[in-house]
Protein backbone atom coordinates (compact mmCIF):
# COMPACT_ATOMS: atom_id res chain seq x y z
CA UNK A 1 0.00 0.00 0.00
CA UNK A 2 1.45 3.33 -1.05
CA UNK A 3 0.20 7.18 -0.79
CA UNK A 4 2.43 9.05 -3.13
CA UNK A 5 2.82 12.87 -3.38
CA UNK A 6 3.99 14.67 -6.25
CA UNK A 7 3.26 17.70 -8.44
CA UNK A 8 5.81 20.12 -6.09
CA UNK A 9 8.76 22.21 -7.04
CA UNK A 10 9.85 26.61 -6.72
CA UNK A 11 7.50 28.66 -8.05
CA UNK A 12 7.34 32.31 -7.69
CA UNK A 13 5.17 34.58 -5.31
CA UNK A 14 1.38 34.93 -6.54
CA UNK A 15 2.47 31.59 -8.98
CA UNK A 16 0.56 28.33 -8.94
CA UNK A 17 1.46 24.57 -8.62
CA UNK A 18 -0.89 21.18 -8.73
CA UNK A 19 -0.05 18.90 -6.25
CA UNK A 20 -1.23 14.88 -6.34
CA UNK A 21 -1.73 12.18 -4.14
CA UNK A 22 -1.73 8.81 -6.08
CA UNK A 23 -3.45 5.97 -3.67
CA UNK A 24 -2.55 2.33 -4.68
CA UNK A 25 -2.40 -1.02 -3.46
CA UNK A 26 -5.49 -0.13 -1.28
CA UNK A 27 -8.23 -2.69 -1.75
CA UNK A 28 -11.03 0.04 -0.64
CA UNK A 29 -11.92 2.69 -2.41
CA UNK A 30 -13.97 4.56 0.25
CA UNK A 31 -11.42 7.04 2.08
CA UNK A 32 -11.15 10.44 3.03
CA UNK A 33 -7.98 12.12 2.18
CA UNK A 34 -5.92 15.17 3.88
CA UNK A 35 -3.08 17.23 2.80
CA UNK A 36 -0.60 18.90 5.77
CA UNK A 37 2.54 20.79 5.63
CA UNK A 38 5.11 21.44 7.75
CA UNK A 39 7.92 24.48 7.43
CA UNK A 40 11.27 24.01 8.64
CA UNK A 41 10.94 24.85 12.56
CA UNK A 42 7.06 24.88 12.80
CA UNK A 43 4.57 22.37 13.83
CA UNK A 44 2.72 20.47 10.90
CA UNK A 45 -0.68 22.26 9.69
CA UNK A 46 -3.91 20.76 8.20
CA UNK A 47 -4.10 22.61 4.93
CA UNK A 48 -7.30 20.68 3.11
CA UNK A 49 -9.39 17.70 3.82
CA UNK A 50 -11.78 16.11 1.38
CA UNK A 51 -14.27 13.40 2.33
CA UNK A 52 -15.16 9.62 0.61
CA UNK A 53 -17.69 10.83 -1.24
CA UNK A 54 -16.33 14.35 -2.53
CA UNK A 55 -19.18 15.92 -0.29
CA UNK A 56 -17.10 17.68 2.74
CA UNK A 57 -13.95 19.54 2.01
CA UNK A 58 -12.37 21.60 4.88
CA UNK A 59 -9.93 24.32 3.98
CA UNK A 60 -7.52 25.92 6.85
CA UNK A 61 -8.09 29.85 6.78
CA UNK A 62 -4.73 30.41 5.57
CA UNK A 63 -5.18 28.84 2.09
CA UNK A 64 -9.49 29.56 1.23
CA UNK A 65 -10.33 31.00 -1.38
CA UNK A 66 -6.75 29.94 -2.91
CA UNK A 67 -6.08 26.15 -2.23
CA UNK A 68 -8.87 23.66 -4.26
CA UNK A 69 -8.90 20.14 -3.05
CA UNK A 70 -10.25 17.79 -5.50
CA UNK A 71 -10.17 13.99 -5.95
CA UNK A 72 -10.91 11.66 -9.02
CA UNK A 73 -11.95 8.30 -7.78
CA UNK A 74 -11.31 6.45 -11.13
CA UNK A 75 -7.83 7.13 -10.58
CA UNK A 76 -7.46 6.59 -7.20
CA UNK A 77 -6.05 10.22 -7.00
CA UNK A 78 -6.51 13.96 -4.73
CA UNK A 79 -5.06 16.90 -5.78
CA UNK A 80 -4.30 20.39 -4.17
CA UNK A 81 -4.45 23.01 -6.58
CA UNK A 82 -2.62 26.46 -5.32
CA UNK A 83 -3.23 29.38 -6.26
CA UNK A 84 -1.85 32.90 -5.54
CA UNK A 85 1.08 31.11 -3.98
CA UNK A 86 2.89 33.36 -0.79
CA UNK A 87 6.45 32.60 0.82
CA UNK A 88 4.43 31.29 4.07
CA UNK A 89 3.11 28.49 1.90
CA UNK A 90 6.86 27.14 1.90
CA UNK A 91 6.54 23.63 3.38
CA UNK A 92 6.90 20.13 2.97
CA UNK A 93 3.30 18.98 1.77
CA UNK A 94 1.98 15.36 3.19
CA UNK A 95 -1.33 13.73 2.34
CA UNK A 96 -3.10 10.95 4.53
CA UNK A 97 -5.82 8.81 4.14
CA UNK A 98 -8.25 7.01 6.38
CA UNK A 99 -11.74 5.69 6.73
CA UNK A 100 -12.39 7.35 9.56
CA UNK A 101 -12.71 11.27 8.45
CA UNK A 102 -11.77 12.58 12.22
CA UNK A 103 -8.66 10.44 11.76
CA UNK A 104 -7.80 12.45 8.71
CA UNK A 105 -9.34 15.68 9.73
CA UNK A 106 -7.04 15.01 13.30
CA UNK A 107 -3.72 14.00 11.60
CA UNK A 108 -3.81 10.41 13.00
CA UNK A 109 -4.56 8.82 9.94
CA UNK A 110 -2.81 5.59 9.17
CA UNK A 111 -1.81 6.55 6.03
CA UNK A 112 0.73 9.13 5.19
CA UNK A 113 2.71 9.89 2.18
CA UNK A 114 6.41 11.01 1.54
CA UNK A 115 5.79 14.36 1.60
CA UNK A 116 6.55 17.02 -1.39
CA UNK A 117 8.54 19.95 -0.84
CA UNK A 118 6.78 23.43 -2.13
CA UNK A 119 9.09 26.33 -2.34
CA UNK A 120 7.65 30.29 -2.94
CA UNK A 121 10.26 32.67 -3.76
CA UNK A 122 11.56 35.32 -5.87
Known amino acids: VQLQASGGGLVQPGGSLRLSCAAS????????IGWFRQAPGKARERVSC????????YYAESVKGRFTISRDNAKNTAYLDMNSLKPEDTAIYYC????????????????WGQGTQVTVSS
Open 50 to 57: ISSDDGTR
Open 96 to 111: TKDSDWGKVVAGKADY
Open 25 to 32: GFTSDYYN
